[in-house]
C-alpha cells in the first residue's frame, strides 16, 4: 500500500499535549493495519512566528501543499496578543485554509450520550443530537478586499471589512451540503441574513437554484441567521445539515458545539475540491475547540477532539472507513467507562490526564 | 404637563393585536397619573408598502421625527418574501434606524422567575439571570457600502455588502455601554472578531481607549464573538452589560433572549444621541420577537413584550421612573399569578389570549 503522508502541525498551547496522542493511535493503525501512514511535524501559529517569524513559513505551506491531509492542533494565545496584524497566530490557519483553498468545514455537533449531563441545556434537548454544520471557509468577510483601518485626516479613523461571495463559491459549498445530507437525513438547512445583507440574498437564490436543479429529492429550508441561532437554542433536533457562509458559521457551529456539552470532543474537517484527475481533496483536520492557554503544560487537556479529528481523516482523506468507525467507537466507549478528563468530570467517574486518555482509548481501539 | 407625543407603529403579523394592550395601559396613565399622553398611528412594514408603496413613507418618518418616543410592533413576513429588496418590510424598520440615528439598541436579557422552567437551559443556570445587550444599530455591515450585486459578465455574479465603523460609531457605544453599567454591576464585556476582522481590532482599540480615559472605575472586559457566544449559553451569568457592533448584536441578543425562555417577554429600545440644547433623545421601542404571522389575528400572542417596550418607553423618554417600576411589576406579577398565554403556558397555570393577558396586566397596573 502506497504511503500516505500526514502533516502534524500542533500548534500553540495544548496543542503539543493532545497531538501525541493522535501519534498515538496513528502508531496503532501503521502497527496493526498496516496503514503505512508517515508524519512529519511543523510549526504553525504563535510557536511558528517566535522560532521562524511568520505564524506559518513558506515551508511550512509547501509540507501542507504536499500532504495527503493535514492535522492541525489550535492556535494563539495571550502571549501574541500585541503581535501585528498579519503576523498574528490566527494568520497562519487563515493562511493554511486560504492557499490550500479548503472551502468545506464540517462540523459535526453531536451529543455523546455519555456527557449529556455535562451540557447547560435540559438533557431532554440535547440527548441524541447528531447535527452537522457546514460552513464555508475561505470566502467572506475573512478574505474580502478592501479590509484596512484608514485615517480619515480630521481625527477619525475608518475600519472597513468586505464581505464577497461569488457565485462559484456559493454553489460549491451548496454542493457539498447536499452530498452530506444525501448520506444523512436529507435534510438542509441554509442560514443568511437576506432580510439585511445582499449577500444573504444571493446566497439565498444560489442554493435555491442548486437544490431545484441537482438535488429536489432532498429538503431544503431556509432561516435567517439570527433566528435559526434561536432555534439552535431552543430545539436543535429539528436540523440534520445547515449550511451558511463563513462568519455566520463560526459563531452558529460554535454555539452549536456549546449546546452539546461535548466540546472538548469536536472535530473538524476542512475540505478542498477533488482534484480533476486523482479525484483527491485537499483536507486539513483540527478540533473545533482552542489552544486554551491556560492549561497548557498542565496535562489536563481533553484530547478526544483531536482523536476524533483524526477518525474524520480516515474517514474524508482515506477511504478507511471501518478504522473510522472502530476509532470513534473506541472514544465512545472511554467515555461510556467513565474515564474523563476534567473539562467534562462527573459525578461516579474517574479523572485521568492527557495521556491517560489517549491510552484509553489506544487500548479500546 | 406638557402633552407627550407617542407614535404608535404596530407595523405586520401580530403587531396590531399586541399594541392595542399597550394602548390600554396607556389609557391608564393617562386616567390615573395624567400623564399626558397622544397617540398617532401609522402604517410601517408590509402593511405601508401594500397601503402606501414603501415600508415606510415620508409622513410616517416626518412623525416619527417630531414624535417624544415611537413604539413598535414588528414587521415582515411570507406575504412580501417576493418584493424587491428596496421595499421589503425590514427596510422601513431600518430606514426609522438610520434617519432617527438611532445607534444604540439595549436589549435586556431577563429571566422571569415563572418562566425559568421555558428555558430550554437548565433552571439553575438561566434562573435571575439579567444581562444586557448593548447592540450599535446604524452602523456596520447593515449600512455600509458598497452593498450590491454585480455581474461580472462571465456568468458569475458577485455579492458584496461592507462593514464599516468610523471612530465616533464606537466612542459613542462605548460610553452608552459604560453609562449603563454604572447604574448596574459595573462590567462591561466588548465582543468582536479581532483575530479577523479589522473593524473588530479597532473596535477593540477604541473601547480600550474610552474604558482607560474615562470609565477607569469600571471592568471592562474583552471577548470574540464567537467564544463570547459560546459562554453566553454555557454560563450567561457572567455577564453584566455586553456591547457589541450591529450584526454580532443582532445574533447575540437573539440567542440570549432564547436563553431565558422569556422571548416573548422581552423588549428593546433604539436612542439616539441627547439634543445639545433640550437633552432630549429619539427613541424607538419594540419588542425582539418577530411578527408571528402564523398566529397572526388568533388572539393567541403574547403582548407583554410590547407592554415592557412601553415600559422601557417610559423609563428611558420621560423619565417616568415610578410608573416603569409600576408596569414591569404588573407584568411580573401577573405571571407569578400563573397567569399565560399559549408560547409559555405550564402546568397548573391558567392560559388566557392577548387581549385577556392586557387586562390582567391593566388591573395589577
Ligand atoms: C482562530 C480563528 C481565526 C478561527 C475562525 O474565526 O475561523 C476559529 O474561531 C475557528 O472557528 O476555526
Ligand atoms: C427585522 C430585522 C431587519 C432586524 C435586524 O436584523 O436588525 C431584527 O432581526 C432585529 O434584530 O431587530
Chains 1, 2 share one sequence.
Not at 498515538?24 to 517569524?53: M, P, S, W
Not at 482523506?317 to 473506541?330: Q, T, Y
Request: net charge negative; charged share 25%.
Amino acid at each position: 500500500m502506497a504511503s500516505k503522508k500526514l502533516l502534524l502541525l500542533p500548534g500553540d498551547g495544548i496543542g503539543a499535549e493532545i497531538m501525541v496522542e493522535v501519534e498515538k493511535q496513528i502508531a496503532i493503525l501503521n502497527r496493526h493495519a498496516a496503514a503505512g501512514f508517515e508524519t512529519e511535524t511543523a510549526l504553525v501559529g504563535g510557536c511558528a512566528y517566535d522560532a521562524e517569524g511568520a505564524p506559518v513559513s513558506d515551508a511550512t505551506m509547501a509540507l501542507a501543499q504536499a500532504a495527503d491531509a493535514v492535522l492541525l492542533g489550535a492556535v494563539g494565545g495571550p502571549k501574541w496578543a500585541g503581535v501585528a496584524y498579519e503576523m498574528r497566530p490566527e494568520a497562519g490557519l487563515l493562511r493554511l485554509r486560504k492557499e490550500m483553498q479548503l472551502f468545506a468545514n464540517l462540523r459535526p455537533a453531536i451529543c455523546y450520550p455519555a456527557l449529556a449531563d455535562a451540557s447547560s441545556l435540559k438533557r431532554e434537548i440535547v440527548e441524541g443530537l447528531d447535527i452537522l454544520i457546514v460552513r464555508e471557509l475561505t470566502g467572506g468577510v475573512y478574505f474580502g478586499e478592501p479590509k484596512e483601518i484608514v485615517d480619515l485626516g480630521n481625527g477619525q479613523k475608518r475600519a472597513i471589512d468586505t464581505q464577497v461571495y461569488d457565485t462559484y463559491e456559493i454553489e460549491r459549498i451548496a454542493r457539498t451540503a447536499f452530498d452530506l445530507a444525501r448520506t444523512r437525513r436529507g435534510k438542509v438547512t441554509s442560514m443568511e441574513k437576506r432580510n439585511v445583507m445582499k449577500s444573504g440574498l444571493y446566497w439565498n437564490e444560489v442554493v435555491t437554484r442548486i437544490h431545484r436543479d441537482e438535488y429536489p429529492d432532498l429538503t431544503l429550508e431556509h432561516e435567517l441567521a439570527d433566528a435559526g441561532g434561536m432555534k439552535l437554542v431552543k430545539a436543535p433536533k429539528q436540523f440534520d445539515v445547515i449550511v451558511t457562509d463563513n462568519l455566520f458559521g463560526d459563531m452558529l457551529s460554535d454555539i452549536a458545539a456549546m449546546l452539546t456539552g461535548s466540546l472538548g470532543m469536536l472535530p473538524s474537517a476542512s475540505l478542498g475540491a477533488a482534484d480533476a484527475k486523482t479525484g483527491k481533496r485537499k483536507a486539513l483536520y483540527e478540533p473545533v475547540h482552542g489552544s486554551a492557554p491556560d492549561i497548557a503544560g498542565t496535562g489536563k487537556a481533553n484530547p478526544l477532539a483531536m482523536i476524533a479529528s483524526l477518525a474524520m481523516g480516515l474517514r474524508y482523506s482515506f477511504e478507511m472507513i471501518r478504522e473510522a468507525d472502530a476509532l470513534e467507537a473506541a472514544v465512545a466507549e472511554t467515555l461510556e467507562a467513565g474515564i474523563r478528563t476534567g473539562d467534562v468530570m462527573a459525578p461516579g467517574c474517574t479523572e485521568v490526564g492527557t495521556g491517560e486518555m489517549g491510552d484509553q482509548v489506544a487500548e479500546r481501539f
